[in-house]
């Protein structure tokens, strides 16, 4: 799965926001321990969605963390 890790919650949720203006296909998830021990909110997009996703962090300013191909235990960064 694809995971968009955010720099706060806040900033989540407007990313959140941002993509339901654009009927982007996402999920809310928890963030998975393999990205961060700390509790936290981020999205779960399609692989084939990432591109479109970076142009929409870009423009509306959104601070991430990273963008991570998460399997099991393990999290690859992205970007």
Same mark, same amino acid.
């Given at each position: 799965? +694809? %995971?968009?890790?955010?720099?706060?919650?806040? &900033?989540?949720? @407007?990313? *959140?926001? &941002?993509?339901?203006? +654009?009927?982007? =296909?996402?999920? #809310? #998830?928890?963030?998975?321990?393999? +990205?961060?021990? /700390?509790? $936290?909110? /981020?999205?779960?997009?399609?692989?084939? *969605?990432?591109?479109?996703?970076? %142009? @929409?962090? =870009?423009?509306?300013?959104?601070? +991430?963390? $990273?963008?991570?191909? #998460? *399997?099991?235990?393990?999290? %690859?960064?992205?970007?």
């Amino acid at each position: 799965m +694809i %995971v968009i890790s955010f720099e706060s919650t806040n &900033y989540a949720m @407007l990313a *959140d926001k &941002y993509f339901d203006e +654009i009927n982007f =296909q996402k999920m #809310v #998830v928890p963030t998975p321990r393999a +990205i961060s021990n /700390s509790c $936290g909110i /981020s999205l779960q997009i399609n692989k084939e *969605d990432i591109e479109k996703a970076k %142009v @929409l962090i =870009q423009e509306k300013h959104i601070k +991430i963390k $990273g963008i991570f191909e #998460v *399997d099991k235990n393990t999290a %690859v960064q992205l970007l």
